[in-house]
């Protein structure tokens, strides 16, 4: 497990000795601690990097300590105040509680009851942060809100993503083409803690060649090789505080995988050319739409570095699995490519329902910014959707029926009629299982559901044996 960084404390005092005295205790209790000696240069060290626990003495000269508080509350600052001060009274406590410390203490300072307090105020702040977040994903100002639908696929995708981006567990997305995966990948960055203080770097392993794939990943010294000029830092070092965002990792070459996982393992890298190693603090999040099981039995991908990368998978889904959310999908995608006032039918969506999607999401999307850029001022979309490709057929028994052998009636058939009858034919011999029946006509089982909806062979949202349980 990776150790976490020590808690960051500042320590406000204009006593010279005590401030010397007090910082050698608290770092040999593991605490990161910076000093200032009056409240004023502590407003100054807060702008330079915020700590997680101020102690800070009552009576200085410059700035005291109320007016420190005082100007700290102004800047809506939630970090946690611990007051320091020889003189002890029930009345300045008061006053300095009231005017937001969170605790209060009196010297000479007992070691243990000051460690004590400043775990309880890291506690608070960490608390803090995470209310804060949780807030904000209730108020919809949330990155993962970018992941439209209204599905239960989509809600538990959504929530499962709001409890992991709190976490610093290496993630990996699987899923198809245009299912979202850096969508997912963001939201876990920009809505957790590493937002605050380091960037989103994205890396995709298979749009680089190999050769050049390791520089990219870890730098390289100038000189390292030919055309190395200078030294170059690479997307690790980039993403030090923050996210390593590894798009298309079944992709990467099977050395450079051992590398990869050294560097997880030892929590430090080298750039190429030089052996000094270099310490980063990275969260790596991965992606695929490969099988990586397939790819390890295979021996292209090292099953050690699948444990490192996959602690928590999370698996994007594919629009044939959640199609009730099209609609969403469709206007959304009209105010991002077109206009919001464009009207769309009710028969455009249903079609739209009945369409396995194999380019998922982005196929949508794809088609919906085909209809706006062909039809500048369209006012509403029919059933006929301008600049809609036919579907490709999949494997279906009817290449295999003789239809010359078919013996028409003379005044020929109701195609709803035929339709109706092949429905139920599946219903039936599926012992009315929907993803079976849709398996027996070749369709996706969403659009097999809405055919039995639409010809009241099931009631409009009825269940059958694979819904329940």
């Known amino acids: ?9 500042l320590l406000i005092d204009d006593e010279k000795n005590f401030r010397r005295v007090t910082s050698l205790s608290l770092k040999e209790a593991g605490f990161d601690v910076r000093a200032a000696g009056n409240g004023a240069e502590g407003l100054r060290a807060l702008e330079e990097e915020e ?8 009576n200085m000269p410059v700035m005291d300590g109320m007016d420190f508080l005082s100007e700290l509350r102004k800047r809506n600052s939630g970090i946690p105040v611990i007051i320091l ?23 000479p300072i007992n070691r243990a009851e000051m460690e004590l307090a400043i775990q309880r105020a890291a506690e608070f702040s960490r608390l803090s942060r995470e209310n804060r977040m949780l807030r904000e994903i209730t108020e919809g100002r949330r990155e993962v809100d970018r992941l439209i639908g209204d599905s239960a696929v989509m809600r538990e995708l959504r929530e499962t993503i709001s409890r992991l981006a709190l976490s610093d567990a290496p993630v990996l997305i699987s899923g198809e083409s245009g299912t979202g995966k850096e969508l997912i990948a963001r939201a876990l960055h920009f809505d957790g803690p590493r937002a605050e203080g380091g960037a989103f770097v994205v890396l995709n392993c298979a749009a680089v060649p190999g050769e050049l794939l390791e520089s990219l990943l870890f730098g390289h010294r100038k000189g390292a090789f030919t055309g190395a000029d200078a030294d170059h830092e690479g ?22 995988q051992a590398k990869l996982l050294r560097a997880l393992q030892e929590g430090e890298i080298e750039r190429l050319g030089d052996s000094r190693p270099r310490p980063v603090d990275v969260r790596i999040i991965s992606a695929t739409h490969q099988d990586l099981a397939v790819k390890i039995e295979e021996g292209a991908f090292r099953q050690d570095l699948y444990y490192r990368l996959a602690v928590i998978p999370i698996e994007a889904p594919p629009l044939r ?15 991002r490519h077109g206009s919001g006032d464009i ?12 369409r396995s999607w194999p380019g998922n999401v982005r ?7 085909r209809v706006c850029a062909l039809n500048p001022g369209i006012s509403s979309i029919g059933a006929d959707l301008p600049g809609m490709q036919p579907e490709a057929a999949g494997p279906t028994m009817a290449r295999n ?14 195609f709803e009629d035929l339709e109706r009858s092949l429905l139920e034919a599946a219903w039936e011999k599926s012992g009315h299982n929907q993803s079976r029946g849709a398996g027996l006509l070749g369709l996706p089982r969403q659009a097999f559901s809405y055919r039995l909806q639409k010809f009241g062979i099931i009631p409009k949202h009825g269940r059958s044996r694979d819904d329940e349980g």
Not at 239 to 251: N, P, Q, R, S, V
Not at 363 to 369: C, D, F, G, R, V
């Open 235 to 256: 997307k690790f070092e980039a993403a030090d505080g923050g996210t390593l965002f590894l798009d298309e990792i079944g992709d990467m070459p099977l050395g450079l």
């Open 1 to 9: 497990m990776k150790k976490q960084p020590p808690t960051r404390i």
């Open 85 to 107: 001060t020889a003189y002890a009274s029930i009345e300045s406590a008061v006053k300095a509680m009231r005017a937001g410390a969170f605790n209060y203490l009196t010297k």
């Open 321 to 335: 699995d959640h199609l009730e959310d099209t609609p969403l999908l469709v206007r959304h995608f009209l105010q």
């Open 51 to 58: 700590p997680e626990v101020i102690l800070c003495d009552l």
């Open 363 to 369: 196929e949508l999307e794809n088609l919906i910014m």
């Open 401 to 414: 029926i003789d239809f010359g052998a078919i013996e028409l009636p003379e005044n020929g058939l109701v």
């Open 343 to 354: 009207l769309v039918k009710e028969e455009s969506l249903a079609e739209l329902k009945t």
